[in-house]
């Protein structure tokens, strides 16, 4: 049965395993656990950290995929009162090495499969480096530290942003913020007792670490992927009796591709897809498919959810619906349409940036959260969504969204992807350019093209060029790299 904590007298996991101890906890390659089970293998790797020489406070830093072994590291984090700094696994080992050096960890725990990105190791210059199955599990445990409350001011995660709009910053999540984050979602989202969350992002991504927070809060089964596959998913929906999904645009599209996409019978009552934004055709065609896709919108910043759809609801293209329980939306500089700089408050924002008393005093002002998204609020209280504030080209004086443009040229047939940027002009300051992927078998025809958008947009809006391209580059997370296309 689905149901949150009372004020914890220890760590949530040991507490859920208390109250639920044979309840299914976790379905991951291959592995079925209860709670009770899943409680055990962490208190063993609790030991094993311990006996590694971890105390309290130190931070521990993991590169791994997803995996059941990941899920007990974050809960042995939690146990042991470890900062956990999880690191992109799509990274280079460049960048790799300039946030470890920046986090300072303890000890990193990685799997085989990404011993690579790993910087050599260099005398008082790199932590200590554990494969995080075989060599740990080789290190007999020790009592680790008594088990106490969960310090809900204490920092729970460091997570590196993608750094589309800069170099990675640490956000620093409490385990307050986490918590908020879980029973804010619970309460907008609604439960069932039968809940069963599918898992297919990266577990150092704030989307997919929160799911697990909100399994172990809620007690309810997480099905994890160690990575996206439709044929998968759709296997574990029907199989799993999957109830709840959390998707970025890009895997959206990837399942109503794939051949077999279900449209009834299963108990999906909803697809949160966030991360980037929902292009209003690939909205309706899952929805036309029977898919209860629910728009949502967050931030590392924020501790996922911000605002989210009703589960249900029929929104408008851009609309992410209201904010959820407990959390402030605001806009600040709006201009005449109402649109300016979206900032938040509430008790998932963010402790602050790791390290970056600057970037902190910038982003958390007065008690808001400064985002750098541009969005509206309408009369009912929704959000509406457009761009990041750095995204915005202005050419001759007039700003220029481009996800509107986007959405221009996502509704023309031939188009697949879009991707809309600003190139340096000596005439216009900037200039409105765009990249795109076609459906199989289209042509572009970039006259035609530029003729669909003046019937759609005003002229300052229209890209004086179009680029055809096999892919656009996007972050772990979805989102559009559209700085990388402008040179």
């Not at 009796?241 to 591709?257: K, Q």
């Not at 910038?362 to 995204?391: K, M, N, V």
């Not at 992927?437 to 093209?449: F, K, Q, S, Y």
Request: hydrophobic share 45%.
């Amino acid at each position: 049965m689905a149901e949150t904590l009372p004020a914890p007298s220890g760590p949530w996991l040991v507490e859920r395993a208390r109250r639920d101890p044979e309840g299914l906890a976790l379905l991951a390659g291959g592995s079925r656990l209860c709670w009770r089970e899943l409680a055990a293998r962490v208190e063993t790797l609790a030991g094993r950290l311990a006996a590694l020489g971890l105390a309290p406070g130190d931070r521990l830093a993991v590169l791994m995929e997803p995996s059941c072994r990941l899920v007990e590291i974050i809960h042995a984090a939690q146990r042991c009162r470890l900062p956990l700094v999880l690191l992109n696994t799509r990274l280079a080992v460049s960048e790799v090495a300039v946030i470890l050096a920046h986090a300072e960890p303890t000890l990193v725990l990685y799997d085989r499969a990404h011993a690579t990105l790993l910087p050599s190791a260099r005398p008082h210059a790199s932590p200590r480096q554990i494969e995080a199955r075989h060599e740990l599990d080789a290190t007999p445990p020790i009592a680790p530290a008594a088990s106490v409350a969960v310090d809900l001011g204490a920092v729970q995660t460091i997570l590196y942003t993608s750094g589309t709009s800069g170099r990675p910053k640490g956000v620093m999540l409490t385990h307050g913020n986490h918590r908020a984050s879980a029973e804010a979602s619970r309460a907008h989202l609604g439960t069932n007792p039968d809940d069963r969350w599918l898992c297919t992002l990266p577990l150092h991504h704030v989307g997919g670490f929160s799911i697990v927070m909100r399994s172990v809060l809620e007690g309810t089964p997480l099905v994890l992927h160690e990575r996206f596959d439709a044929a998968a998913v759709w296997a574990a929906v029907r199989e799993h009796r999957i109830t709840l999904l959390s998707l970025v645009p890009t895997m959206l599209h990837r399942l109503l591709a794939h051949a077999g996409t279900p449209t009834s019978s299963t108990a999906l009552r909803g697809v949160l897809v966030g991360g980037a934004a929902l292009a209003p055709e690939l909205h309706a065609r899952a929805l036309a498919r029977g898919i209860p896709v629910v728009p949502t919108y967050g931030l590392t910043e924020a501790a996922s959810q911000v605002a989210t759809a009703a589960l249900g609801a029929t929104v408008g293209a851009g609309c992410v619906g209201g904010p959820l329980t407990g959390t402030r939306v605001r806009i600040a500089g709006a201009d005449e349409q109402g649109r300016g700089e979206v900032l938040i408050a509430g008790p998932t924002v963010m402790a602050g940036y790791f390290r970056d008393p600057g970037a902190t005093a910038t982003a958390l002002q007065d008690g808001w959260l400064h985002t750098g998204d541009i969005g509206r609020l309408d009369a009912e209280g929704r959000l509406w969504l457009f761009d990041r504030r750095t995204d915005v080209i202005i050419s001759g004086g007039e700003n220029v969204y481009p996800s509107e443009v986007e959405q221009v040229l996502l509704a023309h047939p031939a188009i697949a992807e879009a991707a809309v940027y600003g190139v340096a002009d000596p005439e216009w300051g900037w200039r409105v350019q765009a990249a795109v992927v076609l459906h199989a078998g289209c042509e572009l025809d970039e006259a035609a093209l530029r003729g669909w958008c003046r019937e759609r947009l005003s002229g300052y809006k229209i890209p004086r060029r179009v680029e055809r391209v096999a892919t656009l580059p996007r972050t772990a997370s979805g989102k559009l790299r559209r700085h990388a296309l402008a040179r």
